[in-house]
């Protein structure tokens, strides 16, 4: 079962920058970390989870989420079964639990959530008005 353990969230002001990081564990033979597609969500009181990042198993695909294109840089380093969300110029509506998730059965980068199989346990961002 692969374990997915996000950080890095945090209050940030406005305009400033927080880099979440997610690491991944119990990985099964014969399924390299680089085979997973990975996504960041996040989901704000009241609202539904909503996608922001896609990253292809190499890393040469990525996809965002209209309202993060240009702020959010979305990396991996399959070395380190890790996934990254670098978050610039940051406004209150970020303000979320941020989740990553790995899709395991398919090779193209998806926004739906259902797409996904594992998911980590969330981190807060802040963003205060």
């Known amino acids: 079962q692969v374990q997915l353990v996000e950080s890095g969230g945090g209050l940030v002001q406005a305009g400033g920058s927080l880099r979440l990081s997610c690491v991944a564990s119990?990985?099964?033979?014969?399924?390299?970390?680089?085979?997973?597609?990975l996504g960041w969500f996040r989901q704000a009181p009241g609202k539904e989870r909503e996608f922001v990042a896609g990253?292809?198993?190499?890393?040469?695909?990525?996809d965002y989420a209209d309202s993060v294109k240009g702020r959010f840089t979305i990396s991996r380093d399959n070395a380190k079964n890790a996934v990254y969300l670098q978050m610039n110029s940051l406004k209150t509506e970020d303000t979320a639990v941020y989740y990553c998730?790995?899709?395991?059965?398919?090779?193209?980068?998806?926004?739906?959530?259902?797409?996904?199989?594992?998911w980590g346990q969330g981190t807060q961002v802040t963003v205060p008005s």
């Open positions: 119990g990985l099964t033979s014969g399924r390299t970390f680089s085979s997973y597609v």
């Open positions: 990253i292809s198993g190499g890393g040469g695909s990525t």
């Open positions: 998730a790995a899709d395991r059965r398919t090779y193209a980068i998806s926004s739906m959530s259902y797409e996904y199989d594992y």
